[in-house]
């Protein structure tokens, strides 16, 4: 059974930090782009972050860009979103997803994704 579970969610203060992790089981993420979307309550699905096969390209929202740090680690099947300098407003369920391909850049657009995770809850909150 293919399956993505993120873990590592969880309540932090604003300024603190938090790393989500997201395994694969039943596939390999070798040939998959991985993707990290949240939905924060009443607002639709954003893309946060996304990383190439290797790892070696990245790209981020707006929104997080200098306080968020994807990567990925091949061997144990596993990728990471770090998070830095949280705010507020980065409360929201936070999933993975895969998308099947090697790609030059990463592209992990909401409507194209393989496989998705249930999700983890994030709480920036003093």
């Known amino acids: 059974q293919l399956r993505l579970v993120e873990s590592g969610g969880g309540l932090v203060q604003p300024g603190g930090s938090l790393r989500v992790s997201c395994a694969a089981s039943?596939?390999?993420?070798?040939?998959?782009?991985i993707g990290w979307f949240r939905q924060a309550p009443g607002k639709e699905r954003e893309g946060v972050s996304c990383?190439?096969?290797?790892?070696?390209?990245?790209n981020y929202a707006d929104s997080v860009k200098g306080r968020f740090t994807i990567s990925r680690d091949n061997a144990k099947n596993t990728v990471y979103l770090q998070m830095d300098t949280l705010k507020p407003e980065d409360t929201a369920v936070y999933f993975c997803?895969?998308?099947?391909?090697?790609?030059?850049?990463?592209?992990?657009?909401?409507?194209?994704?393989?496989?998705w995770g249930k999700g983890a809850l994030v709480t920036v909150s003093s």
């Open positions: 997803a895969a998308r099947y391909g090697i790609r030059a850049r990463p592209d992990c657009g909401i409507d194209v994704m393989d496989y």
């Open positions: 990383i190439t096969n290797s790892g070696s390209r990245t």
């Open positions: 039943g596939f390999s993420l070798d040939y998959y782009q």
